[in-house]
């Protein structure tokens, strides 16, 4: 029975068509060509080819490039004014509020994004915790710590928490520990995906609400 909310942050709470995502993505590209210097193309395919392979694009460039300031990486990635490409959401909080359930955030973004984002949406006190990859030494989901550590700093247990990400080797991680998971995927990308692999499937936060009321209704 599920007790309890983990949730991811960025293309979770918000659409990854608003804008953010795209900003992101470009940034950490740019990172990449900046830090080997290497042109930009090189860059994006370098990353492509090698981030599958690690849980972020920090880490990568750590383990494998040597880089050791990974605050220079936050700040190039996670500028203040990152916040001009998300939109206004005036219903985000009395929807999360609505599912009754207590919930806790897991993101492998910076605590410093966290807090930007989460204060644009007017959320920050909705979470018993917040949880950023700075928490996790770096190694951040899917890495079976990040989530244990998470859980146990709030009290809960993967068998009554739900998991909820947009990424699908995110949700595969937290699977391979026993629990629940359902992936955000906007553009429908991964239905057969997790129909195949056992994960819930939603194309927006705002079916949550509708998944959790069926399960309620057909407990397997």
């Not at 993505?25 to 395919?45: C, D, G, H, T, Y």
């Not at 899917?142 to 859980?151: G, K, M, V």
Request: glycine share 6%; charged share 25%; aromatic share 10%.
């Amino acid at each position: 029975m599920i007790k309890h909310l983990l949730l991811d942050l960025d293309n979770t709470l918000y659409p990854a068509s608003g804008g953010m995502d795209a900003g992101i993505s470009s940034r950490m590209q740019q990172f990449v060509a900046n830090f080997l210097e290497i042109p930009l193309k090189e860059a994006i395919e370098q990353r492509a080819k090698n981030v599958v392979n690690y849980g972020t694009t920090l880490e990568w460039l750590k383990l494998q490039h040597g880089l050791k300031d990974a605050q220079a990486y936050f700040d190039a990635v996670h500028p203040e004014n990152e916040l001009d490409e998300l939109q206004k959401d005036t219903e985000l909080r009395p929807y999360l509020l609505s599912l009754e359930l207590p919930m806790t955030l897991l993101t492998n973004a910076p605590m410093s994004h966290a807090a930007r984002v989460l204060s644009f949406f007017n959320i920050s006190d909705v979470f018993l915790g917040v949880f950023d990859l700075t928490y996790h030494d770096g190694k951040g989901k899917p890495h079976p710590e990040s989530f244990l550590n998470t859980l146990q700093a709030v009290g809960k247990t993967v068998k009554e928490s739900l998991f909820v990400d947009d990424h699908p080797k995110y949700v595969r991680g937290y699977k391979a520990l026993g629990g629940s998971a359902v992936i955000v995927d906007e553009q429908n990308r991964h239905e057969t995906l997790a129909q195949k692999e056992g994960f819930g499937h939603i194309k927006s936060i705002y079916e949550l609400k509708g998944w959790l009321t069926k399960q309620k209704a057909n407990p397997r």
